[in-house]
């Protein structure tokens, strides 16, 4: 009815054949687009402009701007602008009767109960994770599914008022389900023989399109069986099987290792299922079908599977690369991988997208990678982790879709990635942290309910003096009846009235059972695993880091995340940082420390000294960060604020500055400095070396360039900043 039409034009090819260079390649596509426009639009039609006054036209925009480069740049600049011209073309609508093919997809190999299956520990973004007991379900604004039915419903710009629209406000994570197969043509495959584990490319990927994992040869087995063969009784005859399976693929690996033939698991497998007999042929198939599709690396990856073998016979294994629908073609992967020829773009066919749907499928249901399998990296203990190993912290689930992807990821300068590495390692540090804080606040918790009433009334028998003051301590700090002043809290505590001790014990275990629940169960974000609360928190200035990293509705954030306009995200960030360490204090911080005086009097009921003096009262009630120790503000929520040079070191640098002097041990800032002021089109920022750096106002017959100094913002707060800790690197 509105008479749109569509056009496609094969850039990306037009690119390719003009340049090598992968940097003139997406210039040279926006040549092809110039071409494309004009030929499509009615603007040469209705002003009467021949195709050769047009041509004319811009031959000589392009001498004026390419002609000190040489003829030869025109001439190309020409020959990519005449071909989109003349190769793009109409797509014409079908008969309204005809078959509906525009999915353009295979049909993947899925597990046999892939309608019912919950998502396992090793998939932290499926979306089938049931909420955990003890957590109350969320009023509807605040769900994903609310979210998704505003602006994931095919609404366009007709998007219905809401208060989700009156405040801005994006569900988190919902970028793990925005498929990117039709903005891509090429998709990376990965050729598993020629895998050596290096990591480069799972580090380099601006999206989560390459999950990965490490495995038991026999758990891959088992898996594959499990999940795909169709019938009850052959399924049990081939587990049975395993064993001997396992014991026979593993000699032809070791043997094809020694002899450094690069034969493919699947055919191992196959070789040694031969002569396996007591089940149907249709359930060998069905085995060995999937084991086909499974992109399994043995020949290379001597860290998983030649070393391990070697110390320990039977105890190598494999390591896998799965090519994820969030994938959008940028190849950056493939240029890391490099001459390794691991991973090479390919045609997006309707086959090699049903091939990566069914590994990822079958990924899905595979555990997380063992600890044995990670090396040096120590996933219980990050921080004691050789450095040269922390990539593999990409290889847990957990770390890897810290960030979840599926957004409009820029393909070009790479903020994307370090936003993916901010977010992977803080999630790889601080998990275990959480963890094992809740299991210290549960265990404490489980104490105070076990003795604690006793051991507050044997106090009030000895020290009454000392009783009160504790329980006038729990019921200000942790119960909520303080006041502004002393005569305002005598005032509620007078009007709340007596507070026995099982009310006192209740409230200190009630607040650590809670804060044990919501570090270590608490589902943060509707139908994803129940891992504890997030770890961290980002607070982001406009630019490309937001431009292309966070696409509504397809939110790659599953923490907290807000993005001010320009300059104040560094004071967002810094205010995001005060209200975590308030949090951290009253909710953790201080009930412990009650807890654990309290805990202490009860296996030494005849200890002298206070059990908590007037000091402790007043610094209880009036908790800052100076008052924690160095493992309590480790254990803080962090925060990082992120940004370009143009939002921190330009227009927000004051912001910026003032929060590096506040120093607060849990606000982190990155500055993505490109020189120039990308998302507007690569004008000279103050961080633009001299003689500029950018197309818009480079030195030439024109103009001078950038005629001041390049500001070196990391140099400037080494100085009048107090101490914080400063670095620069080079990505």
Partial sequence: DKKIRVFTLPGFDIARNATKRADLQLRMQGNAFLGAFFKVSPLLQDFEISNEQFEEVVRNQYQKKFGKLGQGVIESNMTVMTQGFGRVTEIKVGEITAADRSTLRGLPMLPLDIDGASGGAGCPTCRSHPLPEGQTERTPVTQVGTFD???????????????????????????????????????????????????ECIAVCPDTALPNCSQDVETVLRTAINNYVEDTGDRAKLIAHVPELEKRT???????????????????????????????????????????????????????????????????????????????????????????????????TEQVNAEHETGTAFLDLLPDTDQKFLGFYNDEHPADSKTATLRNHLMVRRNYDALVSGDGACAGCGEKSVLRAIASLTEAYMRPLYHAKADRFSEKASELRQGGEEGLAALAALHPEQHALFVRTVAHAIMGLGGDSVSDTDARLKARGPISDGETVD???????????????????????????????????????????????????????MNSLFQDGATIGWLFGESFMVDHGRRSVVPERLADKLIAWLQEPTQTGALVREQDYYDYTHFSDNLMTDDEVKELPKVW??????????????????????????????????????????QNSDSTPMLGGSDMNSFGAATQGKAVEKKTVAETFLAGHGSPFVSQISI
Wanted: charged share 15%; proline share 6%; with cysteine.
């Fill in 641 to 682: 604020i992120v940004g370009g040079d143009g939002g921190m070191g330009d227009i927000g640098y004051q912001n910026v500055s003032k929060v590096v002097l506040q120093n607060r041990p849990n606000v982190k800032a990155v500055m993505l400095d490109t020189q120039v002021y990308s998302n507007t089109g690569g």
């Fill in 250 to 348: 593993r000699a032809l690996m070791n043997d094809a290792v020694g002899s450094k033939t690069l034969t493919p698991f699947p055919q191992l497998v196959r070789e040694a299922a031969a002569d396996l007999n007591g089940f149907s042929d249709t359930a060998r198939e069905q085995f060995l079908a999937i084991v086909e599709q499974a992109p399994v690396a043995y020949n290379k990856v001597n860290a998983i599977f030649r070393g391990p073998e070697k110390k320990n016979p039977g105890a190598g294994g494999v390591f896998s690369i799965f090519v994820s629908d969030l994938c959008k073609g940028c190849a950056a992967c493939v240029t890391a991988c490099g001459d390794h020829d691991a991973l090479r773009m390919v045609a997006e």
């Fill in 149 to 199: 039915a505003e602006f994931r419903s095919d609404y366009g710009y007709d998007q219905p008022a809401s208060p989700l629209a009156a405040m801005s406000v994006m569900a988190a994570g919902t970028g793990d389900t925005a498929s990117k197969y039709v903005a891509r043509r090429e998709t990376p495959l990965f050729i598993a023989e020629n895998c050596t584990q290096c990591m």
């Fill in 507 to 561: 409230a200190l275990a009630t607040v650590l059972e809670q804060e044990s629940f919501n570090h270590k169960e608490l589902q943060p974000i509707d139908g994803r695993l129940a891992n504890g609360q997030c770890v961290m928190a980002m607070a982001a200035h406009t630019g490309c880091n937001t431009v292309y990293g966070s696409t509504p509705p397809n939110n790659p954030h599953p923490y907290p995340w």
